[in-house]
């Protein structure tokens, strides 16, 4: 039960990069990925800026080779989860019993919502077609098929902590001895319903978000996907190239507190972090790095860093978060955030926390504003935390 | 380690809810829609926290307060839900309302309610449980993923008792689509009929079931949950097949130590073929007994069948009214629940007695 | 003053779904949040919106919430204010 889980491979796109190695010279040479709506259609296009990936619904479906008729949470899910299996190139994976574990919001929601302007006019109209993948799970379900994976196949909703939660059921899943190797994390594309739901939360920022800034005034909406391949001891044996890090710790809590804000004295988010300190056996001062759920809210941010100032302090390690370059992904960035802290530690590098001016009045630390390179990253914490209280936090540990 | 079912909660089309016993007379519904009986929520909710909660919300606040006021347990170790369409009616008003007022003037209420893991996080809420909270959002396998995940907690060794449910409902808007995709029957029929005729469609359903399991035995517990398995889009029935006799293999199992199946047949001739085929082969000469008649067919019925598999193995007896053949005076110790939805998604669960 | 007191009180029970409640019941100075009627952060974001659909001003500052909405009557005051000076 307490076998090691290495991460053999990882996949992402987001607005900052196509693939991974796109998204890593982006965090490197500090380039965001928010700005002025393009794909997306809606009344609120000039005035709310979102971080959308740069392929449009057919340029998608042409790389994937498929036709351009599923949804945007799908394709994108695609691209990266066949990056990382890629990435991973285990050898024999058809006859490894292999999982897929994806998390999304709101599923095929994007086609979902073109359905039902037409169908609330006349219950017999709309394609069909359109509704046909709203459900999160069949969107998994595509992915799945795509990439050949049928031994285990299951989705995770649990707001902003999706994606967090579906690696680490992965990793037990693979620690219960019930598969060997799992693909594990999630996607989410824009779509009219969360913009604007988020937008009736009056959580948006209409400029460019900046996350742990006094001054911040909420967050950016962004999309993409962000997965890892997970393998056993044994399975990571047998690959080519030694995994660079493995998943050390984990934890999931529930700030209990209310529904969309979080406590302030930040319980669940410390309760997730001390969780997942505990289960890898680390001390506080092992960690060098945090990957910040910063989505750049008033409400998040001063809890997020009133749990580090109790669990951390006075010793903080260097962090950041890198919702300043892709913007709020909600079911993928876990996943994505995950695919971070892996490169963290295979680059030796820290990624800073863009547009932040003037550090947060109650904190004593201050999230990193610029690169920093050749370090020794040997352990990596990434924060979920999402609506309904629900707190992930993950330990990544270089090998 | 054994698992066990200490407790249940069911809100569902029959007379479930605060009737830990099975109900005497199975309620009767006409057309190829199935709703809930539903409480009196406010006896369980506050009327603060009510007022914001839709339908399915209630549904699946009040079968969780029930296991746990039924287990004597105020706070569960954990929480982990399953829930395929998630709040269908929050999801829907949100959508309506964005439509015909152009994205303008929306309120919130409707957008954080649609939220999947709205039920899981309000018992949270309620209860101030600060423990493991995890939805699974995935179609016909969504209350199994939880069962699972409850089922490693508890071999973990890290939590003593979780909090598992399976919760789904139907909405007019979801009802008219899902009509379109030619899922139900056309006729109108009697649920009570549901096997009786042969044709194409099924009846849809609701409810919400939740248990409380534990890893530890009490003198009360209803049942013990021994495996439980899934399998994804078997190529053939032949494969089915091997799946199902690799199972009970697994569990040093003989389909004639088996006392009852309870299958997920919904009526629809052509998705019930694969339990007829099964029938006549690793499940022949085995009492069986259906439940999608009772409470519809929906992604987590599965949850239904949990319960009445737990029923029964509590009394040791099937229950009139479920059309049983077999042997009335045996006792019923070990059940195999078997389940399909649309031929993608299996799943089987051994129950047995304490 | 005192219908559009009357008339908030209808609106406010109805956008919050507070069904128990009835109009006479709330008193004007009666605090909304926190003591008195107990209302959350949501509520002053629907408050917000009832705000706009009702009376077209926007509260674009979510954090003059607690101050404008502390009381049917503080709302009422604020409604008045706002109306004057659009028209």
């Given at each position: 039960m307490n076998a090691p889980v290495f991460i053999a491979g990882v996949g992402a796109i987001s607005a900052i990069g196509n693939n991974v190695g796109e998204c890593l010279a982006a965090l490197e040479q500090e380039q965001a990925g928010m700005g002025e709506m393009m794909y997306l259609q809606s009344v609120h296009g000039k005035t709310l800026p979102v971080a959308e990936v740069k392929l449009n619904n057919e340029k998608l479906a042409q790389l994937l080779g498929l036709p351009a008729v599923i949804s945007r949470t799908a394709m994108l899910s695609m691209m990266a989860a066949k990056e990382a299996l890629h990435n991973a190139a285990i050898p024999g994976l058809t006859s490894l019993r292999t999982g897929f574990i994806s998390a999304n919001t709101v599923g095929g929601m994007d086609r979902t919502e073109k359905f039902f302007a037409e169908f609330l006019l006349d219950n017999k109209k709309g394609k069909l077609r359109d509704v046909l993948h709203h459900e999160c799970g069949y969107i998994t379900e595509l992915v799945a098929d795509y990439l050949g994976i049928r031994n285990y196949v299951s989705t995770i909703s649990t707001a902003c902590s999706s994606s967090a939660n579906s690696i680490f059921y992965g990793a037990r899943l693979i620690r219960n001895d019930i598969l060997d190797v799992v693909v594990a994390g999630g996607t989410d594309a824009l779509t009219k319903f969360t913009l604007n739901g988020f937008n009736t939360l009056m959580i948006l920022d209409q400029e460019f978000c900046k996350p742990f800034d006094e001054n911040?005034?909420?967050?950016?909406?962004?999309?993409?996907?962000?997965?890892?391949?997970?393998?056993?001891?044994?399975?990571?044996?047998?690959?080519?190239?030694?995994?660079?890090?493995?998943?050390?710790?984990?934890?999931?809590?529930?700030?209990?507190?209310?529904?969309?804000?979080?406590?302030p004295d930040g319980t669940g988010s410390y309760l997730a972090m001390k969780g997942a300190l505990e289960r890898s056996g680390l001390e506080i001062t092992d960690i060098d790095y945090i990957n910040l759920h910063g989505t750049g809210t008033q409400n998040n941010d001063i809890a997020e860093g009133t749990a580090i100032k109790r669990l951390f302090g006075p010793l903080y390690p260097k962090m950041s978060s890198t919702k300043s370059y892709t913007g709020h992904t909600l079911g993928a960035s876990g996943g994505l955030e995950a695919v971070f802290s892996a490169l963290s530690i295979r680059e030796r590098m820290i990624f800073p926390n863009l547009r932040l001016q003037t550090p947060m009045k109650d904190f004593p630390f201050i999230p990193e504003t610029t690169l920093i390179k050749n370090v020794h990253v040997n352990n990596v914490l990434s924060n979920s935390f999402g609506f309904g209280g629900n707190c992930s936090s993950l330990i990544f540990s270089k090998t | 380690m054994k698992i066990y079912i200490r407790s249940t909660g069911n809100v569902s089309p029959q007379n479930t809810f605060g009737h830990p016993a099975f109900p005497a007379e199975p309620v009767e519904h006409f057309g190829n829609r199935l709703k809930c009986v539903e409480p009196d929520y406010k006896t369980f909710i506050d009327v603060k926290l009510i007022r914001r909660m839709s339908r399915i919300i209630k549904m699946g606040v009040a079968a969780a307060m029930e296991c746990l006021q039924e287990a004597g347990v105020a706070v569960p170790d954990a929480i982990v839900t399953g829930t395929a369409y998630g709040c269908l009616d929050d999801t829907g008003i949100f959508l309506t309302k964005m439509v015909e007022q152009q994205e303008e003037l929306l309120a919130p209420t409707a957008f954080i309610q649609s939220t999947h893991n709205t039920v899981g996080a309000q018992i949270a809420l309620m209860l101030r449980c600060n423990g493991y909270n995890n939805v699974f959002v995935h179609r016909g396998f969504s209350f199994e993923s939880a069962l699972l995940d409850a089922m490693m907690l508890l071999k973990e060794g890290e939590v003593n008792n979780v909090l598992v449910g399976g919760v789904d409902e139907t909405t007019n808007t979801s009802h008219a689509i899902l009509s379109r995709f030619g899922l139900y029957k056309k006729q109108p029929v009697s649920n009570l009929n549901l096997f009786s005729e042969a044709s194409k469609g099924t009846i849809a359903g609701e409810g919400a079931a939740f248990f409380l399991l534990a890893n530890e035995a009490s003198h009360n517990d209803y049942a013990q949950i021994d495996a439980l398995t899934t399998f994804y889009k078997p190529a053939n029935i032949k494969e089915t097949a091997e799946q199902v006799s690799a199972f009970l293999a697994a569990q040093s199992l003989s389909p004639a130590a088996i006392d009852l199946i309870i299958t997920g047949r919904n009526g629809d001739t052509t998705g019930d073929k694969v339990y007829r085929q099964l029938e006549q082969s690793v499940f022949n000469n085995i009492a069986s007994v259906n439940y999608k008649n009772l409470c519809g067919e929906y992604p987590t019925a599965v949850a239904f069948a949990v319960w009445m598999a737990a029923n029964i193995v509590k009394s040791g007896k099937v229950p009139a009214g479920l059309g049983f053949d077999g042997d009335k005076e045996k006792q019923i110790k070990k059940i195999l629940i078997y389940n399909h939805s649309q031929n993608i998604h299996h799943s089987l669960l051994l129950i047995s007695a304490c | 003053m005192d219908k559009l007191i009357q008339d908030l009180k209808v609106q406010i029970i109805a956008q919050l779904n507070l069904q128990d409640v009835k109009p006479e019941e709330i008193g004007d100075d009666q605090?909304?949040?926190?003591?008195?009627?107990?209302?959350?952060?949501?509520?002053?974001?629907?408050?917000?919106?009832?705000?706009?659909?009702?009376?077209k001003i926007k509260l674009s500052n979510a954090e003059d919430g607690p101050n404008v909405f502390r009381s049917v009557k503080t709302m009422a005051e604020y409604i008045t204010e706002h109306q004057a000076q659009n028209s």
């Open positions: 911040r005034k909420g967050l950016n909406l962004g999309e993409g996907a962000g997965y890892v391949v997970l393998v056993s001891e044994r399975v990571a044996a047998t690959l080519q190239h030694a995994p660079a890090c493995k998943l050390a710790g984990y934890c999931n809590a529930n700030d209990a507190y209310h529904q969309t804000a979080s406590s | - | 605090p909304l949040f926190v003591d008195g009627l107990g209302l959350d952060s949501i509520d002053a974001l629907e408050l917000i919106v009832l705000l706009q659909q009702q009376y």
